[in-house]
């Protein structure tokens, strides 16, 4: 899924934004299509004279969509990669064989010989290619923003591809068994994920938390690591949305975890940020610092890696409704920049930050963004000479 390209009233680029929100923007007379490739709209007002209160930074439908960009793509990939995850050779398919069941449950039709060689999935894979459809006419579904309607159709596939499971867990043989089941895993995180998607938009996220924990879940079966990382780093970053810090913490020091054994040192970075941040918000400053210090471990080598991820910290907590937390990881990715001498962000951060002070609504700092500053100056350090 890609992002859309905003514009402001007189061409001033803003943040990007889902490309379901410039559509709705467009619908409301708000915004006009100025470009196709790439998708840019560009509003009829002027984002810096327009002081954003509370209420209009706080509504899930608009905010917490970002969150699942990253990982939508994936419902539209193959069933089965053309380079499969790192595993036992025997629980792999053939090239042949994935080649074969890609195209069969894309419905091309198969001769006897090609189906001869997948003939014990034959059985089963009438589902996966049902899935296929359905996933196509959920995703016009979420397009249209019909939610309940794609909703329904979730609970009623995945209620099909569990039956499935269950069966050709126990009629095949293994390793083929096994080898089915992580086919019918990815279906089955592809649409929790999706459903995930819905619920937020219906502002119902104790479910969208539910799905993409089991999102993860059958990720992990699928043997994809990548997405199980994905999956539980936006539950995470949802329950801090969601004020359950404590919750919060616990699931990014999971995730941190996870990224350790599959070496994602991104986000792991990421998670262990976030965790910083829940812990900060519970109210335990010196837990906070103590977890942002590991981020410094971490990202102390990198000079300009440091820059991205402070940047990447401030985008997520600015499309939670939290411009006073990502204010001072612009602020922190600003300074680090000017002192390195690294002029390439510098406009698009005074930006974001600039942005986040109209949210506030004041250029004072408060209590609160007072502490946290002390915390976000523990993720990256600059050395003494290099200080600002």
């Not at 089991?214 to 990720?219: G, K, M, P, W």
């Not at 004041?362 to 500053?373: A, I, N, V």
Request: proline share 3%; hydrophobic share 40%; net charge neutral.
């Amino acid at each position: 899924m890609q992002k859309t390209f905003v514009v402001d009233k007189n061409g001033k680029p803003l943040l990007l934004c889902h490309p379901a929100r410039a559509r709705k923007l467009i619908r409301g007379g708000k915004a006009k299509l100025i470009q196709v490739v790439p998708f840019t709209i560009q509003l009829n007002y002027e984002i810096e004279n327009r002081i954003t209160t509370q209420q209009e930074i706080s509504n899930p439908r608009e905010q917490l969509t970002w969150l699942f960009e990253k990982a939508i793509g994936v419902a539209s990939s193959s069933i089965i990669p053309a380079e499969q995850e790192d595993t036992d050779e025997k629980m792999k398919f053939s090239n042949v064989e994935a080649s074969l069941i890609n195209l069969y449950t894309q419905g091309v039709k198969l001769s006897q010989p090609q189906l001869n060689k997948i003939q014990s999935y034959v059985p089963y894979l009438e589902i996966i290619a049902k899935a296929n459809r359905v996933l196509n006419e959920i995703q016009i579904n979420l397009v249209k923003d019909e939610m309940d309607q794609a909703l329904d159709k979730i609970h009623k596939i995945v209620n099909e591809l569990i039956g499935t499971f269950l069966l050709s867990g126990a009629d095949l043989v293994f390793p083929e068994n096994i080898k089915f089941q992580s086919v019918i895993c990815k279906s089955l995180a592809n649409f929790e994920f999706l459903a995930s998607i819905c619920h937020t938009d219906l502002n119902e996220l104790d479910q969208s938390v539910e799905h993409l924990s089991r999102a993860s879940t059958f990720s992990l079966l699928a043997n994809k690591p990548n997405n199980v990382i994905i999956s539980h780093y936006l539950e995470s970053l949802t329950l801090i949305y969601m004020k359950k810090y404590e919750d919060a913490i616990v699931h990014f020091s999971i995730t941190s975890k996870l990224c350790e054994k599959y070496g994602n040192e991104r986000y792991l970075i990421m998670s262990l940020g976030g965790r910083a941040i829940a812990e900060f918000l519970k109210g335990d400053e010196d837990a906070a610092k103590s977890t942002m210090n590991m981020v410094n471990q971490h990202i102390k080598n990198n000079r300009e890696e440091a820059i991205v991820i402070l940047n990447e910290f401030g985008d997520s907590f600015y499309n939670m409704s939290r411009p006073d937390i990502a204010i001072h990881f612009y602020n922190e990715a600003i300074e680090i920049s000017v002192a390195l001498g690294n002029t390439t962000l510098l406009t698009t951060l005074f930006s974001k930050l600039k942005k986040c002070f109209y949210a506030v609504g004041s250029f004072d700092m408060t209590p609160l963004t007072k502490g946290l500053q002390s915390v976000v100056g523990k993720a990256y350090e600059l050395p003494d000479s290099r200080a600002i």
